[in-house]
């Protein structure tokens, strides 16, 4: 189910607005070809996602700007052209379409800011996950509809299982609504969504609108309307959010702030180098491909999700082999170029929770880097296939048969200290967003509202 705004015509020249809708149609055209315009191509996708680590590498930050102009697939880039062209317009009318401009782009790189600071709270692996859309900077033009037009009439559409169920509301109670739940889902680890991106897009609207208003539109609390009765043109008092959208909408932005100092303090926790791995296993006659990422400080921050790459990564974890020693010891941290291993173990692992001892050999060549970690490796590995049953609130570990694989793995990208170098600027630049934000709607909305 989805609640969507009704078009209305608002008037005004937005070229704007029409201009990013079609620049982003394009692009998503051109991304999608090869894939029947139905979902973005995994080419373009390595070339203009934003990845957060890849801020450490100052040839990579173009990813901030090109990210916000790609789309996952076909339902990705309608919901949020809909969105743009409802809200956008207006917003463009009112500020001037430079000032609107500013404000999209400036949003969009807030948005990857806070998506990179609030990346520990979902997990670290979010920080090696592609992210593209619009979405961030869309929010942001919400962001300041809302601080300009709160209690404006929008007229919404529910959808219950394709069934429509349509009525009329304050632009304050959807858009805080739909903030909210942004924060929310974000905290609560929903989805596969950039939910903090969301939301700090929609907190840099709030601010940016503020920054680049024009100087008649922060006129005070009070506005011209037309009085029908007397046939003029009367002041009346601005009613901005009310005290109950106000108080709301700082208490969601404090919750963020919350966030932002958490995320500061844990990127403590990742000053260890981290490894991102390749793994290719070759087994009757089938290929599979994946990745894993190593953290240094003894923690495996991405499993392979594909069966064979991960029984083969999580034998080399388990066994000591990521750090070059093995249970026999014959395996020398730091080795200078491949060595050849022919070895066999038997692993104690932990699997959900029940310690299993589990069958190893590995015959082929091998090699460490400087810091005793796996660099490479060909070869092949025998190991016990380990089958979990769950049943009910119990679950059931049993070794299956033994299998043999070809293995390649190899490091794609060693980073360090992503804690300090990555993290904790991010976190440190949303407080910055968030904290005068969440000034200006406490004091400021009755000043820059128009309704």
Known sequence: ?????????????????????????AIYLVTSYSNAFL?????WLDFGSFIPVTLVETSQLYRLFTSMFMHADVFHIFFNMYFLYIFGKEVEVT??????????IASGISASIFHTAFALIRGPVDLFIP???ASGAISGVLGAYLMLYPQKRLGLCWFLFLIPWCFTTTAGFFLIFWFATQVIYGYMRLGGTAFFA???????GTLLLYTLAPRWLRGGERAVAWDPWSSSYVYVRKRGLGPVWKGLLVALLLALLAGSAYSYVVAEDIRSPVYVYSIETRRGGKIDSDTAIYCTAGSLILQPS???????????YWSGLLTGVSLSGSLIKGSRGP???????????????VQVKIYLSLSGLIEYDDAGVL??????????????????FTTRIEKGDRITMDVLVEVQSIYSNIGDNVVRPAAIASALILFPATLIVFKKDREIALT
């Open 375 to 392: 660099k490479y490796l060909n070869g092949s590995l025998t190991t016990d296939v380990v089958n979990i049953f769950f049943l009910g």
């Open 198 to 204: 969301h939301a700090g897009g929609f907190a840099a």
């Open 339 to 353: 060595i050849p291993v022919d070895e066999a173990w038997i692993i104690n692992a932990l699997v959900e929770g």
């Open 131 to 133: 992210a593209i859309g």
């Open 39 to 43: 979902q973005v191509s995994n080419q």
């Open 95 to 104: 500020m001037g379409s430079l000032r609107y401009l500013a404000l999209y």
């Open 1 to 25: 189910m989805s609640m969507l705004p009704i078009p209305t015509d608002r008037g005004g020249r937005s070229p704007i607005t029409y201009a990013l809708i079609v620049v982003n149609v």
């Open 306 to 316: 594909s069966d064979n790459p991960r029984i083969a990564f999580n034998r080399l």
